[in-house]
C-alpha cells in the first residue's frame, strides 16, 4: 500500500510504498478515506514531541476515517463496510493514518456520523476527544455555568465551544480580531483578548465574579490568565497545554481547581482506549443531532501533498482543520 514515512526526525515525508498488513486480535482493517492534520503531526515530524514517543522509521498521522475492509478475531461491533473514524495512530510505536489502509484498536473506533462527510469525520477526533475529556471528564460542565473558552476559533477550542453549548453552558470565547465572527457563529459571546483585559472580561461578563469553568487550549501566559479568571471556591481551570512553570497563587486564593488533559495516553499505555471510542460516539450522536460540526479549510490535499499540508499548519494560515484525502 501507498503511505507516506517518516525516516529521519526534521527530514522531508516520503511517500513510499509498505506492507498492507492485516487485522489481528481486537483489530479492524480500516482503508482510509481522510487523515486529519493536527499541530502535534508537524511538531512529531519535526523531532519535538518527545512526549508523543514516536519511533522511526514511521508512519504519521493520529485521525482517521474510512471504511471497515476486515475485522480481526474477537471484535464483534464493526463488520467490513462499516464507516468508522476515530484517533487510532501516529504516536508510540502505533501506525498512524498518512496510509491507504490502517490496522487499527477496535475500541479506538466508533461509527461515523451519517451528517458529517468523511473529510469532517477525521478533521475531528484527537480535538473532540481533548475538548470531552476537559469539559465533561474533567470539569463536568453542566447547564447553568458560564464556560471561557481560550482560543475559541481553534482547532480544539471550536469543539469546545460547541460541546460546551450542547451541554446547555452559557459559552465565552477569546479570539484574535479576524476570528471574532467564527466565534460568534459558533454561538459563543467573543472576547477580543487583543484590547481587553482579564479584569475587564471578567467584570463585564461574570460581574466579577469568574467564569465557572475555564477551557485553556493556548498554554503559557493564557493559563496563568485563567488563574485569575475562575470562579472562587466552586471554579475549574483545565488546559490541554499545561506544560509550563506556572504560579499558581491565584489558583490557591480562590480555592478553585485545575486539572490537566493529556489525550494521548490511551494510545501510549493501551490503556483506557475503550473510553476514547466511547467519546467517539457520544461526538457521533452530536454530530447526527446538529450539535457539532467541524471547520474546514477549504483547500485539498493528498497523501503526495502532505508537506504543504504540514506548512499550512505550521504557518497559521489554515481557517479551519486541514484534512489530507487518502483515497
Request: proline share 4%.
Amino acid at each position: 500500500m501507498r503511505a507516506v514515512v517518516l525516516r529521519e526526525f526534521d527530514t522531508p515525508l516520503v511517500l513510499d510504498e509498505i506492507e498492507k498488513g492485516s487485522a489481528g486480535p481486537g483489530q479492524v482493517l480500516v482503508k482510509v478515506e481522510a487523515s486529519g492534520v493536527n499541530p502535534l503531526d508537524t511538531k512529531i515530524r519535526a523531532g519535538k514531541a518527545a512526549h508523543a514517543r514516536r519511533t522511526l522509521p514511521a508512519v504519521l498521522g493520529l485521525d482517521l476515517a474510512g471504511v471497515v475492509e476486515e475485522v480481526g478475531p474477537g471484535v464483534e461491533d464493526f463488520a467490513p463496510g462499516d464507516e468508522v473514524f476515530g484517533m487510532t495512530g501516529g504516536v508510540g510505536d502505533v501506525q498512524g493514518s498518512l496510509a491507504e489502509y490502517a490496522a487499527v484498536d477496535a475500541r479506538l473506533l466508533a461509527r461515523k456520523p451519517a451528517a458529517l462527510t468523511m473529510r469532517e469525520a477525521a478533521a475531528l477526533p484527537l480535538v473532540v476527544i481533548t475538548a470531552w475529556e476537559g469539559l465533561v471528564d474533567r470539569a463536568q460542565v453542566h447547564a447553568g455555568q458560564k464556560v471561557l473558552v481560550h482560543g475559541g476559533a481553534g482547532g480544539i477550542g471550536h469543539v469546545a465551544v460547541q460541546i460546551a453549548r450542547a451541554r446547555g453552558a452559557e459559552v465565552f470565547a477569546t479570539a484574535s480580531p479576524s476570528r471574532m465572527a467564527v466565534v460568534e457563529r459558533l454561538g459563543a459571546t467573543p472576547i477580543d483578548y487583543t484590547t481587553s483585559t482579564v479584569e475587564e472580561y471578567v467584570a463585564k461578563h461574570t460581574g466579577g465574579e469568574g467564569f465557572d469553568v475555564i477551557f485553556d487550549t493556548v498554554g503559557g501566559r493564557v493559563l496563568d490568565d485563567s488563574f485569575a479568571a475562575v470562579r472562587t471556591y466552586t471554579g475549574h481551570v483545565v488546559s490541554a497545554l499545561g506544560w509550563g512553570t506556572h504560579s499558581i497563587a491565584p489558583l490557591s486564593f480562590r480555592g478553585a481547581t485545575y486539572s490537566g488533559v493529556f489525550t494521548l495516553l490511551p494510545l501510549l499505555t493501551g490503556r483506557g482506549r475503550e473510553h476514547h471510542g466511547e467519546i467517539m460516539r457520544e461526538a457521533a450522536a452530536l454530530a447526527d443531532a446538529g450539535a457539532l460540526k467541524p471547520l474546514l479549510d477549504p483547500r485539498r490535499f493528498t497523501l503526495a501533498d502532505v508537506a504543504a499540508a504540514h506548512t499550512a499548519v505550521e504557518s497559521g494560515s489554515a481557517q479551519g482543520k486541514i484534512v489530507i484525502d487518502v483515497d
